[in-house]
């Protein structure tokens, strides 16, 4: 409803004659889209720029995703993987297998979110370096707590 709010509060503005440029800098939006919002305004009036509701239907009813949260309850090791990990991307094989709909990673991280789940990153545990493990003393010129960054796929819970 944010958007709509912005939308509407720039209608009353156009009623009262005021430039895009004011509006959109006042409203924190772009130009072009005050311009748009200004051209639907003229046409249609304030009525064309409440929100027409969400752009498509959710591709899983509710129904459904309660049968994907009692598959998730199994856990992974139920569907196949050896590992307690649910990741966005084994959620959404899971969601292909059971209910067919192909959803991208994104796609199954919004459907989680929207229905009261959150995605997480787990927190990268520290690597001993080998001279806390008595092989030595650490690298010369290097830190021995700088540890390379690493890519880590991101788990969900409820």
């Not at 130009?31 to 239907?57: F, I, K």
């Not at 129904?63 to 090791?77: C, D, R, S």
Request: proline share 7%.
């Amino acid at each position: 409803m944010f958007r709509e709010e912005l939308r509407l509060k720039a209608a009353e503005r156009f009623a009262q004659g005021e430039a895009s440029g004011v509006i959109a800098r006042d409203l924190r939006v772009s130009v072009r889209s005050v311009q748009r919002w200004r051209q639907t305004w003229d046409e249609d009036g304030s009525r064309a720029l409440r929100s027409q509701g969400p752009a498509s239907l959710p591709r899983l009813s509710g129904k459904q995703f309660a049968q994907l949260e009692a598959e998730l309850a199994k856990g992974p090791a139920a569907h196949g993987w050896e590992d307690q990990r649910w990741t966005l991307a084994r959620i959404r094989t899971v969601i292909g297998r059971r209910f067919h709909p192909a959803y991208a990673i994104q796609g199954v991280r919004k459907l989680l979110v929207r229905n009261g789940w959150s995605c997480q990153v787990p927190a990268r545990r520290r690597l001993a370096a080998p001279h806390r493990l008595g092989h030595g003393p650490p690298p010369q010129g290097q830190s021995d707590s700088a540890v390379p960054p690493r890519r880590i796929s991101g788990m969900c819970h409820l």
